[in-house]
């Protein structure tokens, strides 16, 4: 049997790893679904995440890819794997793919989503899944902020300074790579906040061709100022051609990032 | 300043703790929650829960009293509390409360709900908080089979047995104690499944004036069983007379379970 390319589609809760990347004596998503494959299949692999995740950052739909001697029918394995896996981390998928897919380099688009409970006291249920703030904010000028990202721009101020990364092929791109980008420039198809009053509460959505590391997280940092007063939405435009991540607000806490979905 | 009695009212994630009742080396709300308190008061003192939850049940509203000589006001002890507690308890309001409150014996009633999840996979954001059954359930049959506890009965068949905890005066109440008890005799007001379809989520909802240790998973695991088809509608009331545990179902996972409110 030639081998197979197989395409995972999973969710986890982040709250228990350090992140998506595999790391000696930690626990990570990818380690536990690489061990979790090896224990079934009896092969060594290291499945390719579609970007990674930082500690405490959730997916709703991570893609991963991997190649397979294995004759395990996909369905079977999708079975498997989720009886040997932690309830934190659910496989939602399992198909075969072409040779040529790699959830990173064929990614096209992801969505986040980053959650903000906006109640006085925070459920205990939501603690892990949201950022707590309830102080006021003017979601309008926050909307209008949001705006201000749409389309291609050079993210540098809202991506993370990391002296390890270098500026490889890689670049500073650690929460994902897509197609078409150059150095730090990405493309914002959809950025906007939605309040959910029922809830209590306050959800931003952006859509993108990529995103450099902690960029989805800088950027809600960055509108918080907005919300509270301390920037005006027109400063989201001085501070993209400053491209100098000090222009931009403080990075929101990893546990309101929802890895939402990602484009092939 | 004479010494006041406060009422707390408190929610809290179950997942991290062994229950409400304070242990030696383990976490428990009930030991979290006193030493919160010592820290902020400087007075030793163990609040009092309406009842004690398993390790693995969560709380939307419990109630816990305690007498202090603290002149804080009970506001701002709310909020010192949330400042020094860890996110997965949260305190909704502190009160004063007649000398004579107690939150255990005072307690008239209490609501329980208890969470299945329907869905082939369930969402890891989910797996801490329902029973994850994905297989058939004559939901009609669940129905029928809930209503025939409402009223007074002798829940002996649906109690733990716990050889540790004796007959004293507190019998088998660990879940729970409140007026009008004599033995396992227990008033259920309201017993009822409700399909969430849009959540994929089976709930049922319990409302007495007292539960017995384990009664609420083990009505459960009985209703479960009768959703199966392993038992009739019919055998609920042969069960509660048998005064038998063995003759009910298994105790369903603590992860489901809820303490939705205690009335006074």
């Known amino acids: 049997?030639?081998?197979?390319?197989?395409k995972i589609l999973l969710a986890y809760d982040g709250t228990p790893y350090s992140g998506w990347q595999v790391q000696p004596d930690r626990?990570?998503?990818?380690?536990?679904?690489a061990a979790a494959i090896t224990r079934i299949t009896g092969e060594t692999v290291l499945p390719q995440g579609s970007g990674?995740?930082?500690a405490g950052v959730h997916a709703l739909g991570q893609v991963a890819s991997f190649m397979t001697l294995s004759a395990i029918p996909a369905?079977?394995?999708?079975k498997a794997l989720n009886d040997m896996l932690p309830a934190s981390i659910r496989v939602l998928s399992v198909e075969e793919a072409d040779e040529s897919?790699?959830?990173?380099?064929?990614?096209?688009?992801?969505?986040?989503?980053?959650r903000i409970y906006r109640g006085k006291v925070c459920p205990p249920f939501l603690a892990n899944y949201v950022y707590h703030y309830p102080y006021p904010l003017d979601v309008g000028k926050m909307t209008a902020a949001a705006k201000a990202v749409i389309g291609e721009h050079d993210f540098t101020s809202f991506a993370a300074v990391d002296p390890e990364l270098g500026r490889g092929p890689e670049g500073l791109e650690r929460e994902d790579s897509a197609s078409a980008k150059v150095g730090n420039v990405?493309?914002?198809?959809?950025s906007q906040w939605e309040e959910n009053d029922a809830a209590d509460e306050l959800?931003?959505?952006v859509r993108g061709n990529g995103f450099?590391?902690?960029?989805?997280?800088?950027l809600v940092g960055t509108f918080l100022l907005v919300g509270k007063g301390t920037l005006d939405c027109e400063d989201i435009q001085r501070i993209l051609e400053e491209k100098n991540r000090s222009a931009a607000g403080a990075t929101a806490p990893a546990s309101g990032l929802h890895l939402v979905s990602v484009g092939y």
Chains 1, 2 share one sequence.
């Open 212 to 218: 450099l590391h902690h960029m989805v997280r800088n």
């Open 186 to 190: 990405r493309t914002i198809f959809t």
């Open 52 to 54: 990674r995740t930082d």
């Open 27 to 33: 626990p990570t998503i990818q380690g536990t679904l």
């Open 101 to 114: 897919f790699h959830a990173r380099h064929s990614a096209m688009f992801k969505a986040y989503r980053y």
């Open 1 to 6: 049997m030639p081998p197979r390319n197989l």
């Open 75 to 78: 369905a079977n394995l999708a």
């Open 203 to 205: 959800v931003y959505t």
